[in-house]
C-alpha cells in the first residue's frame, strides 16, 4: 500500500492521507492549478458537464478538499451540493472559499469518512469525486458506499489520474511527474512526502479497464472510460 509517509508505520493510510492533507491545505489551490497549468480546471468543466442531462438537485462530492468540484457542480443548478472530506484542514479553506463566493446555502461541507459515508441509502441522484479515490485505504470500500448511497437511476462520476500510454508523451510525463513535480511541490508546500506520494499513487492505482472491473464488481452498471489530455487523466461514469 502506497502511504505519504512512510516512517510512520504505525499509522493507517488513512491517518496519514489525512495529514498530508491538512499540511499542505495552505497550498493545494494554487499547487493543483500551477503544477497543471490550468488543465485540471477543464478536466472538472468536463466531468460536471457529463451531467447535464441528468439534471441531478442532490449531489455529494467525495473527497471534496477545498471544493472546486462542488462550486463546479453548481453549473448543473442542483439545490444542495454536499462535499465530504477526511482532511479539517482542506475543509476550512473550502469553506472560507464558499462563504467569500456566497455559496454557503447551495455547498454544505461536513468532515467524514469517504469509506463510511453518514448518509442514508439512496440518498443522492449523483456522486462526484475528483482525484480522491486512489487515496482510500480500501478502494472498493469506498466505491461501494458511493454506490449505496447513490439512489436508483443515479450517476457516479469519477476524475482521477491515469496513466498515459503513449511511448514518447509517457515518457515526457514520467520525467516531469516523478522529477520535476516533486521538487516544485516540496518548495511551495513545505511538505516533501504528499509530492512525493502523489506520483507514486497514481503509478500503483488500477486505472482504465481495472478500474472499471472494480466498479463494475461493486455494482455500477453501463460504465465507461474517458480518457483526458494523453491519458493524464480518466473520466469514469456508473450508473446504479
Known sequence: MVVPYKEEQDTSKKEQVAKMFD????????LNHFLSLGIDILWRKKAIGLLKKENPKKILDIATGTGDFAVEALALNPDKVIGVDISAGMLAHGREKIQRKGLQDK?????????????EDNSFDAVIVSFGVRNFENLE????????????????????????????FKTLYNFYFKAILPVIGAV????QSAYT????????????????????????SQTRAIPLT???????????
Open 230 to 240: 494523453f491519458g493524464i487523466s480518466s473520466i469514469y461514469i456508473g450508473k446504479k
Open 197 to 220: 506520494y502523489l506520483p507514486e499513487s497514481v503509478q500503483a492505482f488500477p486505472d482504465g479497464d481495472d478500474f472499471l472491473e472494480i466498479y463494475r464488481r461493486v455494482g455500477f
Open 23 to 30: 499540511n499542505i491545505s495552505h497550498r493545494y489551490d494554487f
Open 188 to 191: 511551495f508546500s513545505k511538505d
Open 107 to 119: 455547498i454544505e461541507l461536513r468532515l467524514g469518512d469517504s469509506e463510511k459515508l453518514p448518509f
Open 141 to 168: 470500500k469506498g466505491l461501494s458506499d458511493m454506490n449505496r448511497v447513490l439512489r436508483p437511476g443515479g450517476t457516479c462520476v469519477v476524475l482521477e489520474f491515469s496513466k498515459p500510454r503513449g511511448f514518447v
